[in-house]
């Protein structure tokens, strides 16, 4: 299994930008795909989840309300559509998945996700 992220790079505080995550290799008619973040200086953080089936969606307090999180299960895509950027989302992003169900409690653990992708990086200008 394969996940290329792309999508990341420089914009200035209050624009947005888009991610996307493809995954190859599999299908995932269930299980996850997440998107997590390590800032500078900072420990990797859960951003935001979504099923693969059903499309429930889980966000951080920090970014909900800001970023969407979606997927197009034919194209095995995920996006993280990000909007009010500030300084403080600058970080390397990454998407992960699981091709099992995982639990609703589970899904900010990123010990639940056996497939990463390499990660992009997002800069927020002040």
């Known amino acids: 299994v394969q996940l290329q992220a792309s999508g990341g790079g420089l914009v200035q505080a209050g624009g947005s930008l888009r991610l996307s995550c493809a995954a190859s290799?599999?299908?995932?008619?269930?299980?996850?795909i997440a998107w997590f973040r390590r800032a500078p200086g900072k420990e990797r953080e859960f951003v935001a989840v979504i099923r693969w089936s059903g499309g429930n969606t889980f966000y951080s307090d920090s970014v909900r309300g800001r970023f969407t999180i979606s997927r197009d299960n034919a194209e095995m895509t995920a996006y993280l559509q990000m909007n009010s950027l500030t300084p403080e989302d600058t970080a390397v992003y990454y998407c992960?998945?699981?091709?099992?169900?995982?639990?609703?409690?589970?899904?900010?653990?990123?010990?639940?996700?056996?497939?990463w992708g390499q990660g992009t990086l997002v800069t927020v200008s002040s």
């Open positions: 992960a998945a699981s091709g099992q169900r995982v639990i609703t409690s589970e899904l900010r653990n990123p010990n639940a996700c056996p497939y």
């Open positions: 290799g599999r299908t995932f008619s269930s299980g996850t």
